[in-house]
């Protein structure tokens, strides 16, 4: 019975030193990778101020279970999307754990910290006409609002002349505080050695977005057009020498808890040309666009790239006028006239016969056109959607000056059961010196006829109906119409 009990404690021992060895191994085997091991790093870049980063670094592991601490990744990190591969023995290596350690070393998390403990406090102070350093041991009781300290018997608070410290002297760094954003992945490794690892994650605060110039001639004829892509990284890291992808169109995501350019010579060109060293292609339901040499972005950096350039792109300007849906059940202001926006818009078709027939993708055109020196003059912008080819364009580039417009409304009837009748005069006046072509938009809701119209009309949509009213130079053209409605 004695030797019994005997070999059971030897071995029960024997267990205990062995798990006790192995938590010491597993807490002494740490490595550490910086930006230093990279191997190669690339960036695709959303429209949704999303970006993947993927991160591939080269680095000697040991076996068995290990810690990796993975520095130089972004602060704007979202932690669920990351995922490391040994892309060298994939079978070999196995992720137990992942952390993303986002608390940072600072003076105020030191002095959180040493909240009970005991802090070196230097101070200067002046005997016989000279500064000397003087040391004091204190204790920090609080870090609220304020620091309250005890030195010795005496509890002191507040910036006691000569007291004061102007430099504080911590005796170790605390655990668990780490210099910058670190990811750290408690690793099963099979076989020590060489291997390289890719690490990918989803980051915020990574942007782009396309910026056009399309440039007129004085007489309208045909147009140039140069652009530009915008990257801007606020991700909390540099990203150096990256493959940079950007990707058009809107990636649905779950809900998580504009800058001026110049412009050039478009207008010499005579077809659409690719900025040198960009390639598209198709990617699900987006487009994909990737820039065939490395770029540096640091952090809190735009950069701007050379994207689409064409010339000879035929553009046609219209003019607009909009109504509202109100109008057609109620008595427009009491039967006056009143000042209607005469809106000038450019037109194009995004086609191969038209110089372009490429995916445009979401962004802001600046108009500039050429006075009579041939000096180009900014003259409007609006945006665009994310235009495929074959695809029409049209920017409204602002308020026309020499085309006015009112609106009177000549009668209005309620005849009930949700039934209204109304008429309307609009008068365009046209001070230019050729003539031009006014289209007016007039949204109604429910169901409409047109009784009368003096100029043809066409019905856009369910709920639109567009007059086009010709106006000669120095002209004036009246629009008279009646139409009935049902809510």
Known sequence: ?????????????????????????????????????????????????????????TLRLPAGNLELQFT??????????????????????????????????????????????QVT?????????????????????????GQVWQVGNEIITGMFPGMFPYQYIFPALPP???????LVWLLENKNAGEQKLEADYMTGSVNWNADYVLTLPAEDAVAGLNSWVTVSNSSGVDFRNIRLQLVAGQVHQAVQAPRPVGF??????????????????????YHLYTIERPVT???????QIAFVRAGGIKVQKTYEITGQQ???????????????????????RNSENNSLGVPLPAGTVRVYQADSNGRMQFVGEDRIPHTPKDEDLNLNIGNAFDVTADRKQTDFQNLGRDAYESAFQITIRNHKKTAITVDVNEPVTGTWTVLQSNYKYEKTSAFSIR?????????????NYRVRVHR
């Open 264 to 285: 050039g010579g478009a207008m010499a060109m005579e077809a659409k040309t690719a900025a040198p060293g960009i390639s598209e292609e198709g990617l699900s339901e």
């Open 72 to 117: 130089d990744v972004a602060s704007q990190i979202r932690p669920e999307t990351v995922r490391i591969v040994s892309l060298t023995a994939p079978k070999q290596l196995s992720v137990l754990e992942q952390d993303y350690r986002y608390d940072l070393l600072s003076p105020a998390r030191l002095l959180q910290y040493y909240v009970g403990k």
């Open 1 to 57: 019975m004695f030797i019994r009990r005997r070999r059971a404690q030897m071995l029960a021992g024997l267990i205990a030193a062995a798990l006790a060895a192995a938590n010491i191994t597993l807490a002494q085997t740490k490595a550490t990778s910086t930006e230093a091991d990279q191997q190669g790093l690339s960036l695709t870049v959303y429209n949704s101020n999303t970006a993947l980063v993927r991160d591939i670094r």
């Open 467 to 479: 007059f086009e009213v010709p106006v000669e130079a120095d002209g004036q053209s009246v629009l």
């Open 326 to 348: 109100y109008y057609f059940y109620s008595l427009y202001m009491g039967g006056e006239p009143a000042k209607q926006p005469v809106e000038a818009h450019l037109k194009f």
């Open 176 to 182: 668990g505080l780490y210099s910058k954003p670190t």
């Open 297 to 303: 972005l640091p952090n809190n950096s735009s950069k």
């Open 121 to 145: 406090l230097v101070r200067q102070a002046t005997e016989n006409n000279s500064t000397k350093e003087v040391t004091i041991k204190a204790t920090l009781l609080s870090d609220n609002g």
